[in-house]
């Protein structure tokens, strides 16, 4: 219930700052900047995937859709057969698939991804690629994608270091167990009373 709460949120959140921004702002006027000239609100409509990619193939718009379809069931799904316990791997999963579908429904209905927010992080690292626009959509994925990488590596209870840190701890008390039972055979053989005579009694016994 939880992640359908935060996914229905993740979504309406992503589809209203949308709507607002194109309704207050023209498409493809200048940016209006916030901080500096870091951020700001830029309206323009992608109709490829991220930087513009594919956007000028005719048929990339359907592949896009029929992809991202696909890949929000495959989520779906493996969000509703995780554990209850892997609540961390399902959350990145739900957030990663609300922001598919918040663009998904952008490119169903407008033939394009809205996108609003203006970020240049060109005065911290000098790349072209550092100036893009993108949406709320677009940074919940970031997150949810960061938070799966997360999950795979440290946190989940399948995660790779986490799994070999749980076999360093096992071999250990392995070994130990095995140390504690050599320590304990070694103590019952020095024990005198414990020695049988050959007439069966033991000498603590005479």
Do not use: H
Request: contains cysteine; aromatic residues 8%; charged residues 20%.
């Amino acid at each position: 219930m939880v992640y359908a709460i935060v996914f229905i949120i993740l979504v309406l959140a992503d589809q209203l700052t949308k709507a607002a921004a194109f309704a207050l702002v023209d498409v493809n006027s200048p940016v209006i900047y916030w901080v500096g000239k870091m951020f700001g609100i830029d309206t323009l409509v992608n109709t490829g995937m991220s930087f513009g990619i594919g956007s000028d193939t005719p048929w990339a718009l359907p592949v896009f859709i029929a992809l991202t379809s696909v890949a929000v069931l495959v989520m779906l799904l493996f969000v509703i057969k995780l554990g209850k316990k892997r609540r961390f791997l399902k959350m990145s999963l739900v957030l990663i698939m609300a922001g598919a579908v918040g663009n998904l429904i952008d490119r169903c209905v407008m033939g394009g991804v809205r996108d609003l927010i203006y970020m240049d992080f060109r005065p911290i690292i000098d790349v072209s690629w550092m100036q893009f626009s993108n949406n709320v959509a677009d940074i919940v994925i970031t997150v949810g994608a960061v938070m799966l990488i997360v999950a795979l590596l440290f946190v989940d209870s399948d995660a790779l270091f986490r799994a070999q840190k749980d076999k360093k701890e096992e071999k250990s008390k392995v070994e130990e167990a095995a140390r504690q039972l050599s320590v304990g055979g070694k103590e019952s053989d020095n024990d005198p009373g414990a020695l049988p005579k050959a007439d069966g009694t033991r000498r603590g016994d005479e």
